[in-house]
């Protein structure tokens, strides 16, 4: 599969694997240096250095091998199923559990165990993430909807889409917020100097967060963030702005001792029933709320 772009002049003077990883978030600069390597890539039809720096109207081309889909098989995976019906299914996620497969992560996905223990699902999505309509990251918690049909998915992918359904998180964050409520409006883009982790930049896709404290710790805080947009990475990269990262967060924060990850939970979900019509609602206690109630 052959790619092709020609450098703008906005990319005039920029590293040649930088700007290849614009057009291709998923794509490394080390991939852009092994495909460089592998004479898969050129620069006006030369082979150049990953760090060439580009010039207007200079054309890109690039020699992809099509990656085979994966084929998700069954398997025995352990999530609780808070709600089931011809339609539809709501699960709360557990902390660690990716939610489909991909190049990195092959089997012991939430899709794995979705299709062990489900008989049908929406296939939308294809073969690597039937029934999925949204996503949570791997290390954050919490409450999903999965469709069991195209209706539902059509409906509730809609839902997503126009903001109309409703999704709630708590975190635990580092430290005490100022403001005892708030909004965040910035564009999040690529980060430049890791193109796995997010960054507030003065381009990009808009992203807006409320934010509410619940609680106050001495040294921590429990804070409620709705999402008004939903872009990757969103509310743990607004927390991080805020000078509060979420607690346990590596990427954005610092790693705790003892702890898988960020301690951030989905713990309310509300949509229409794509059949019923009728206002669907959930709510689930975080993990790191359960803790605390045991330990009192």
């Known amino acids: 599969m052959t790619e092709k772009f020609v450098i703008s002049c906005e990319e005039v003077g920029q590293r040649l694997d930088r700007v290849f990883c614009n057009h291709f978030p998923?794509?490394?600069?080390?991939?852009?240096?092994?495909?460089?390597?592998?004479?898969?890539?050129f620069l006006d039809g030369k082979v150049v250095k990953a760090g060439q720096a580009v010039k207007e109207g200079q054309e890109v081309v690039c020699e992809i091998e099509e990656v085979k889909p994966l084929d998700a098989?069954?398997?025995?995976?352990?999530f609780e199923i808070v709600y089931e019906d011809e339609d539809l299914i709501v699960i709360n996620k557990p902390q660690g559990?990716?939610?489909?497969?991909?190049?990195?992560t092959k089997s012991g996905t939430l899709v794995n165990g979705l299709l062990y223990r489900i008989k049908d699902l929406s296939g939308i999505n294809g073969i690597l993430r039937p029934g999925i309509v949204h996503r949570l990251d791997k290390n954050t918690s919490g409450l999903m909807v999965v469709a069991k049909n195209d209706m539902a998915h059509v409906s509730l992918a809609e839902?997503?889409?126009?903001?109309?359904?409703k999704r709630k998180y708590k975190a635990l964050l580092e430290g005490n917020l100022?403001?005892?409520?708030?909004?965040?409006?910035?564009?999040?883009?690529?980060?430049k100097s890791d193109r796995k982790k997010m960054a507030v930049s003065d381009k990009g896709k808009l992203a807006i967060t409320h934010y509410r404290v619940l609680e106050r710790y001495p040294k921590t805080c429990l804070v409620e963030f709705e999402l008004k947009t939903g872009r990757t990475h969103q509310i743990r990269v607004h927390a991080k702005m805020l000078g509060h990262p979420v607690v346990g967060d590596p990427?954005?924060?610092h790693a705790v001792?003892?702890?898988m990850g960020q301690q951030l939970h989905s713990y309310s979900l509300t949509f229409i029933h794509p059949r019923t019509k009728k206002e669907m609602h959930f709510e689930i206690d975080t993990p790191f709320q359960r803790r605390r109630k045991s330990e009192e």
């Open 159 to 165: 839902q997503i889409k126009n903001k109309t359904c």
């Open 97 to 104: 559990l990716v939610v489909h497969p991909c190049a990195s």
């Open 73 to 78: 098989q069954p398997e025995d995976i352990d």
């Open 257 to 259: 001792k003892g702890l």
């Open 251 to 253: 990427e954005y924060g």
């Open 178 to 191: 100022k403001n005892d409520e708030g909004d965040i409006e910035t564009y999040l883009d690529r980060s």
């Open 26 to 41: 998923e794509f490394t600069r080390a991939h852009v240096k092994n495909l460089i390597d592998d004479g898969k890539l």
